[in-house]
Structures are given as structure tokens and as C-alpha cells.
């Protein structure tokens, strides 16, 4: 009975991300999408391309509102900018006349805001190869528009599976996580003035809690009464003591994914609340340890979780009441927290780190339920790109000379004449001659001769606004945050240098100057297999 019960588990699992999945491609999505950057730049650039790919991306009703976040020195953090990308968008729509203001009050509308802010250090080079436009980062797949498919518009599609439960409520999502359920992701949010995504399961006992290793990660707990509170990097026992008095026992816990919405009685409520740091643009808060926390842990226990982030114990106690002083006007029939549950069996695949990229990128080629799941969500193809191979490659608008030859690599947008790849990954490359070794990532590539990368090197070109290219090296075994300021030895400049360069960079207009310098070289080439 126990083996039945497990069987039928699985394939309930697996039906929710088949039916998931299916909702995806199909392009739901919300009635408004908002997307805050760190410039005003990247903000038209994003305005442009999610313009562009309605239909595609996002409903062909869809309103887009691209904002950056202009806040004083050391940001807003995701808190304060949450509530500052919500005030500038609706500024921004009133002036064509358009109320969100309004519309989410009476439940018209579902909005969702995508942060994108960030250097992206970790997955560096990629982010400086984008002019600091860490969305945009490429994927190894395309759009059926003949545009390469970004990390951002991946995340857009795929959150938009939510929008049809969330109508009268903002929606909030990091830009470089995709996840496919393994539970129904229709639910009913009206319970909670917040609800939080996470991977629940049942709560487990203190030697389970240590095995999987949850007090290195921020978690939801949940009361029997459905309840939840946040907290963080805590042990077993300190969980306990810290939600005894306002959970009582725990029946699930899970790690919290960080996405979220909240009603429009709650958003409301913490624009009234935090009015003078939007106006000033100062402070600097986060939602977990400035929201969530004081909203759902005990005086106490908040003050111990703020002592460990050099919080002194006053100015803890002092946010505490502020927060549970603004709670107090809000429904009471509602919980303040709930938790939306994604399946613990959940495929999640996050692309903030370049070592995370190239995991996902080469799960194209693997034969798991997993990896045929990615390839249909990417829209990507595996197999033998000409009679040269003997190995598939997972390949996507690919055009080779006929002496080119592949194997277990993953190829997108690429216009090469001669191409030697085995166990590589070459994403928006034009290039004469391109020979790249196991583990190697060309990505952005101009080279009108010939490239060679040994194994494990990465490989990008960085287009100027002058039309010039700056050629970054790096190597798969390299944290970009760690040598963020150090200059490799193949390198004229430092991934910080980079970065400081394009802080002020059109990224659209780089952006169509790249395309033309690509399009030109390829024109030149004799180009007669092709894998679309």
C-alpha cells in the first residue's frame, strides 16, 4: 500500500509540472508587468524588448512599465524598492491616463514587478558582456521572433502561471530563478494579506532539520491553521522556541524562495507607513528581516535575529513596533502571512551564478524527465547537427560550414563557418573559425579569424557605444564575486572596471549596434547546415 501511495505521489507530481509547464508556454500572464533596473537605460531597453514580445513573452494586452531605481546612495533594498517601482510606474500610467492605483483597489487587475538590480558579480562575465544589463543575460535558446531568449523574459513567462489567482494583488519576483511546480499553482489568495513561495514539507525532527541542512537557508514555518512566519538560519531548536508562542507546533517548514505578493490593503498600508524614506529616498530596507519578520516572530525572537546582523537591540525593538502598530489597521480575518507552496520535488533553476548557468545550460543535453522538461519550456532540439557528428547536440537557430563538427554541446544563435565543439556551449556567436575545448563558453563572440578556448575558459566581447568590442576572459572554475576587482591575466580590464564603464551605457542602442556588426560578418560566410 505504502509502494501504491508512493507511485501515485509521483505521477501527481509529474502531472502538475506537465500541467504547469503547459500554462507556461501558453502565455499566460498579468494584466500589468512592471520591471524595475538599476538605470534609466536598461529601463528603456526593457520597455522596448517586452514591447516587442507580447504574444511571445507576455499577454498581447499586457501593460509594461519599465522604471529604474533612482534612490540614493546603497539603494532601497528589495523592501523599499518594491514600494518605490510601484509609485514611479503609477506615475508613469497616470500619465496615459491609466489609474493601477484604482484598478488593484477593486481587484481589476494583477500586477506583477520583476527586480532586476545588481552587478551580478558571481556570474561574471556574462552581465558586463550585456553592457551591466544583468536580465538580459542570453540563454541558449530563442524566441520565435529570431531574438535570443533572455533570463528575464524566461522568468516572465514562466511566474506568469500565477497571475490568474493574484487579481488585486502585486506580485513580486527576483529576475533570475525559473521553477516548475509540482502542485496546483491556482489557489486562493484571499486568506492572507501576504503570501510567500517556498518548497514546504512536513516538519521535520532535529536530526532530519540538520541532514537537510536547513539552518543555512531562510524558511518559512507553518502553523496548522495554515499561519506562517519567516525565519532565518536558525537550528532546530531555536525554530521552535521562536514560533512557540505565535505558531504553537509547526506542521510544515520549507525554504522560502523570497518572491511574493501582497494585497492591496497591505501595500496600501506600508506606502502610508514608509511615506517619508520614499520621499527622501533614504533608508535601506529588505522583506524579510523588515517586513516579514516583524510582522510574524515575537518581540523577542526578532531582536535575537537582528543582534546577529549588528542590529542593537532598541532600533530592533523600535522597527518591531512600528510594524506591528501598522498591522493592526488591517483585516483581522485575514492571516498576515501564508505560504504558496511549489512542491518540494520542484525543478528550480537559477542562473545568478555563471557555474549555474553552465549546470542548466548542459542539462539540455541529458536524457532526464528534468532535462526534457527545460528543453520544452526553451523550445530547444537535441540531435545530430550534420553527417560530420556522431554525438547529438541540443542546438538553436545553429548555421555551420559544412566541414564544422559537434558533440554534447549546446548551441544558440550561431553563424560560424568552421566550428569544432565537444562538451561546449556557445551562445550569440559570429565567428570564421571557432574551436572550442570541453567546457568552454563562447558567448557574445565577434571573430572575424579564429578563436580557440581551452577547456573550461569562457569567452566574451563586450560591444561599446563607439562600436569598438572589449574582449573579457575567464574560466568556469572562477567566482566572478570573488576576483571581482582583480584583473585576470588575459584581461586589459577587471570585471569592476567593466562594469564602471557602462554605468551610463545605452544599452539599446549597443545592443542594435552588436546585431548589425554580427549580421555583417555572417553575411560573408558560406553557411550551409543549419538547426533551427
Known amino acids: 500500500e505504502y509502494c501504491e501511495f508512493v507511485m501515485k505521489s509521483k505521477q501527481t507530481e509529474s502531472e502538475w509540472r506537465t500541467a504547469a509547464m503547459k500554462r507556461m508556454l501558453a502565455v499566460e500572464g498579468y494584466d ?12 528603456n531597453y526593457w520597455q522596448s524588448r517586452l514591447e516587442d514580445g507580447k504574444g511571445l513573452i507576455i499577454p498581447l494586452n499586457c501593460q509594461v512599465v519599465c522604471v529604474h531605481e533612482d534612490w540614493n546612495s546603497g539603494g532601497a533594498g528589495n523592501a523599499l524598492g518594491t514600494l518605490y517601482a510601484w509609485q514611479k510606474a503609477c506615475k508613469a500610467c497616470i500619465k496615459n491616463e491609466r489609474d493601477l492605483e484604482a484598478e488593484l483597489k477593486t481587484n481589476k487587475i494583477s500586477v506583477a514587478l520583476y527586480h532586476t538590480a545588481g552587478k551580478g558579480t ?43 489567482s493574484r487579481k488585486g494583488r502585486l506580485s513580486v519576483f527576483w529576475g533570475d530563478q525559473i521553477f516548475v511546480p509540482t502542485v496546483d499553482t491556482k489557489y486562493d489568495p484571499s486568506l ?8 514546504l514539507g512536513p516538519m521535520p525532527n532535529a536530526e532530519e532539520w540538520k541532514e537537510k541542512g536547513l539552518e543555512k537557508y531562510g524558511l518559512i514555518a507553518v502553523a496548522q491553521s ?7 538560519k536558525v537550528d532546530y531548536e531555536t525554530a521552535l522556541s521562536m514560533t512557540k508562542n505565535n505558531l504553537g507546533q509547526i506542521s510544515q517548514v520549507g525554504t522560502s524562495l523570497g518572491s511574493f505578493s501582497i494585497d492591496a490593503q497591505l501595500l496600501f498600508a506600508l506606502l502610508q507607513e514608509f511615506n517619508q524614506e520614499l520621499n ?42 512600528r510594524i506591528q502598530k501598522m498591522i493592526q489597521n488591517l483585516n483581522t480575518s485575514k492571516n498576515l502571512l501564508a505560504p504558496v507552496d511549489i ?28 532535462a526534457h522538461l527545460m528543453r520544452e519550456f526553451l523550445q530547444v532540439k537535441c540531435g545530430q547537427l550534420s553527417a560530420n557528428d556522431d554525438q547529438i547536440s541540443a542546438a538553436s537557430a545553429v548555421h555551420l560550414g559544412v566541414t564544422s563538427k559537434t558533440a554534447h554541446s549546446v548551441l544558440a544563435n550561431i ?29 557574445n563572440i565577434l571573430e572575424p579569424n579564429e578563436l580557440i578556448l581551452a ?21 568556469i572554475d572562477i567566482d566572478g564575486g570573488k576576483q571581482w576587482k582583480i584583473q585576470l591575466d588575459s584581461n586589459s580590464f577587471s570585471f569592476e572596471q567593466i562594469y564602471k564603464t557602462n554605468l551610463s551605457t545605452d544599452v539599446l542602442q549597443v545592443a542594435q549596434t552588436s546585431s548589425k556588426a554580427h549580421t555583417d560578418l555572417a553575411a560573408s560566410f558560406d553557411l550551409t547546415i543549419h538547426a533551427d
Open 32 to 43: 500589468v508587468v512592471m520591471v524595475c533596473t538599476g538605470t534609466e537605460e536598461q529601463a
Open 122 to 164: 558571481r556570474l561574471a562575465p556574462l552581465p558586463g558582456a550585456e553592457n551591466n544589463n544583468k536580465p538580459g543575460v542570453k540563454l541558449p535558446a530563442m524566441i520565435s521572433d529570431g531574438k535570443v531568449l533572455t533570463i528575464l523574459e524566461s522568468v516572465i513567462k514562466q511566474t506568469g502561471i500565477y497571475a490568474s
Open 192 to 199: 492572507a494579506h501576504a503570501d510567500i513561495l517556498c518548497m
Open 226 to 232: 495554515g499561519t506562517a512566519c519567516q525565519i532565518e
Open 280 to 321: 527622501q529616498k533614504i533608508a535601506q530596507f529588505d522583506t524579510d528581516p523588515h517586513w516579514w519578520m516583524p510582522m510574524t516572530l515575537p518581540l523577542e525572537a526578532y531582536c535575537q535575529v537582528m543582534k546577529k546582523k549588528a542590529i542593537e537591540s532598541a532600533q530592533a525593538e523600535a522597527h518591531y513596533f
Open 343 to 370: 512542491g518540494t520535488a520542484a525543478y528550480w533553476w537559477d542562473y545568478g551564478q555563471l557555474k549555474l548557468y553552465l549546470k542548466n545550460a548542459f542539462q539540455l543535453i541529458e536524457d532526464s524527465s528534468e
Open 415 to 443: 553563424y560560424v563557418q568552421h566550428l569544432e565543439a565537444d562538451r561546449a556551449i556557445a551562445v550569440n556567436c559570429t565567428a570564421k573559425r571557432l574551436i572550442l575545448g570541453k567546457h568552454a563558453l563562447a558567448y
Open 455 to 475: 577547456d573550461g575558459e569562457v569567452c566574451t566581447d563586450v560591444f561599446m557605444p563607439d562600436g569598438t568590442k572589449i574582449r573579457q576572459r575567464s574560466r
